[in-house]
């Protein structure tokens, strides 16, 4: 009888406890944080991709419209992201034996201010960098979309990471 009667009291605890998982990452108290406004990134980087400012902006966009509640507006949010593009640079990497470079390493570089309207002393500025490597054989066009996509995935989630994940 005491084993049944500890048996439902185990399932009561049980049943009455609420266990709450985010796997999104996100710290956003829904209650006073309702918008972001993601501004467009310009690009104001010495070597020029047409199509990477849209891209970056987008893709920041786009990771809070999947992984938060927030409405993404393009001015006038709780929070706010503006910033530009600061850098698009190749650099030769490792040297192969004919004295010619063996790698190339493409570099993009970010420059973000966040405001946080609701939290004022959680607002800052801050760069971000990301790089990809490729065989230097290979024409940089042939390599380009590719390689901004990888790199503008890792700046979008560092963004996200510092700004509502608080990781």
Do not use: H
């Amino acid at each position: 009888m005491t084993y049944k009667i500890t048996l439902c009291s185990l399932f009561l605890v049980l049943c009455s406890c609420a266990i709450s998982f985010k796997f999104n990452g996100a710290s956003i108290d829904y209650s006073t944080t309702k918008s972001i406004a993601v501004a467009d990134f310009p690009n104001n980087a010495a070597l020029v991709y047409p199509p990477l400012s849209n891209a970056l902006s987008e893709g920041i966009r786009d990771l809070y419209q999947r992984q938060t509640r927030l409405q993404v507006n393009p001015k006038n949010g709780d929070l706010e992201l503006e910033g530009e593009i600061t850098g698009y640079e190749l650099t030769p990497m490792s040297i192969a034996a004919d004295s010619y470079s063996a790698e190339t390493k493409l570099t993009l570089t970010v420059r973000v201010r966040f405001i946080n309207n609701v939290r004022p002393e959680e607002s800052f500025e801050k760069t971000y960098s990301a790089y990809q490597t490729f065989d230097a054989s290979r024409l940089l066009t042939d390599v380009q979309d590719e390689l901004c996509q990888t790199m503008i995935k890792e700046i979008a989630e560092s963004i996200y990471n510092d700004t509502v994940a608080k990781w």
